[in-house]
């Protein structure tokens, strides 16, 4: 199973009010384990960059200018994601983004049945603690030093080592049994060799029956007489 966890960087929070991405970055993960393929591009927004967004990602108006825009890149964008699932933290506001930009042009935008939303996850799991991406790296472990400012690509690198801890970590799928032993057939399939016990006596013993005769007769009218 492949996917594409990825991450924007954009110049506000609604597009439909003219903020555009301007950094998108995606890595493929397989059976929920991050891979060495990636996805990077800085995009040129065609806009101004303000000051807030600026002191949030680091990235500025006269740096992107150097770069392609949104419509220079969105075929690789596309070929690299496929038709695989999208997962995202936050995933309506990427999604948004991207699927403004994709119509803008007349591309047909990702349905939100593709998406996979980390941050929902998040919260099923841990309802009432703090999900953000700092916080979850912090409760798996995940190496986050190097988050100085937002970045696509490293948030993307940061979401799939997340998810995957989200999803059951490294041992997903795996049976561990400490009470028996394994068998390799010659076909290389794996049995479990069950351990014989004694069963375990439950008939009461002559004690106990004398015990209860004399808790029965303790009993006035008892439904035992």
């Known amino acids: 199973m492949r996917e594409v966890v990825f991450d924007t960087e954009t110049t506000g929070f609604d597009p439909f009010n003219g903020d555009r991405v301007v950094e998108i970055g ?61 997962v995202a933290h936050n995933a309506e506001f990427d999604m948004k983004f991207i699927n403004w930009e994709m119509k803008n042009l007349g591309f047909a935008v990702f349905p939100a049945s593709r998406a996979i939303d980390t941050l929902s996850i998040a ?30 690509l490293l948030d993307a690198e940061l979401l799939a080592e997340v998810y995957l801890e989200l999803m059951g970590g490294r041992q997903t799928g795996l049976s561990l049994v400490s009470d028996g032993k394994n068998i390799e057939t010659s076909d290389s399939e794996v049995l479990l060799e069950k351990i014989h016990r004694e069963p375990r006596p439950h008939s009461a013993s002559m004690e106990e029956l004398d015990r209860h005769q004399t808790f029965i007769k303790s009993i006035e009218k008892s439904l035992w007489d």
């Open 123 to 152: 919260r099923r799991k841990f309802p009432g603690a703090s999900n953000t991406l700092d916080a979850l790296c912090k409760r798996f472990s995940v190496d986050n030093s190097n988050r100085v400012k937002h970045g696509a």
């Open 26 to 86: 995606c890595v493929i993960v397989e059976d929920y384990l991050p891979t060495k393929e990636v996805y990077h591009t800085y995009i040129n927004p065609e806009r101004n960059m303000p000051i807030s967004a600026e002191q949030i990602h680091g990235l500025s108006e006269e740096f992107l200018k150097g770069h392609p825009t949104f419509s220079e890149i969105i075929a690789d964008f596309r070929d690299f994601c496929g038709d695989m699932k999208l």
